[in-house]
């Protein structure tokens, strides 16, 4: 899976942050992994960089 966040500062940076919190909190497969598990690639720009390269480490760890 493929996840593209754009830019746009301060206000990228909230969006691209809810964009990940809900799927991660909501789409749980039934052994309890997170449905980010699956992202194998993530493009970003500007301030739609910052929220993936902090939680995505995070929430991806095996």
């Given at each position: 899976m493929s996840l593209s966040i754009s830019g746009g500062g301060s206000n990228s940076a909230a969006f691209a942050?809810?964009?990940l919190e809900?799927?991660?909190r909501?789409?749980?497969d039934p052994?309890?992994?997170s449905v980010l598990q699956e992202v194998d690639y993530i493009t970003?720009?500007?301030g739609?960089?910052?929220e993936p390269s902090a939680s995505l480490p995070?929430?991806?760890a095996p």
């Open positions: 942050w809810g964009a809900e799927p991660n909501r789409y749980v052994s309890g992994q970003t720009a500007s739609g960089g910052i995070l929430v991806t």
